[in-house]
């Protein structure tokens, strides 16, 4: 399952993330992942949560976080949850290989929860996404 937090700089779209991270926690019974470009969510979120900082594995564009997503899975069956934080710092703010990354994404996780943030309005984003977005509170 893959889920869209988005919105421009300041909607909060991280504070959600980290609501969502919190939750996730408190129910699930598996691993749970969060993947940041950068380590802003240090002291936000749960130790129990597998906190890692993309830009320590030298990893440039969507291909390249694919197949390190694809390891962290290979290596740990018991993720259950995976909670990226600015994904289109990771492509460049390539929206059409962000297209295909989530293509290929819900391919290979179609029995893990995937949500990410995305810092773009909607209105954007390519309209194969749309039936991802999820609202933000208000």
Not at 90 to 114: A, S
């Amino acid at each position: 399952m893959i889920q869209l937090i988005t919105g421009t700089k300041g909607s909060g779209k991280t504070k959600a993330l980290i609501d969502m991270i919190t939750n996730a926690v408190n129910q699930t019974s598996g691993n749970i992942v969060c993947i940041e470009k950068n380590m802003n969510l240090t002291y936000s979120i749960k130790h129990s949560v597998r906190l890692i900082n993309v830009d320590e594995y030298g990893i440039e564009g969507y291909q390249q976080f694919f197949g390190f997503i694809a390891g962290l899975l290979a290596g740990n069956y018991d993720i259950m949850e995976v909670y990226i934080d600015g994904i289109l710092k990771v492509g460049n703010h390539d929206l059409v290989g962000f297209e295909q990354f989530i293509e290929r994404l819900l391919v290979l996780c179609k029995d893990i929860k995937v949500v990410l943030t995305v810092s773009e309005s909607i209105e954007n984003l390519p309209l194969s996404l749309h039936q991802y977005i999820i609202k933000l509170p208000t």
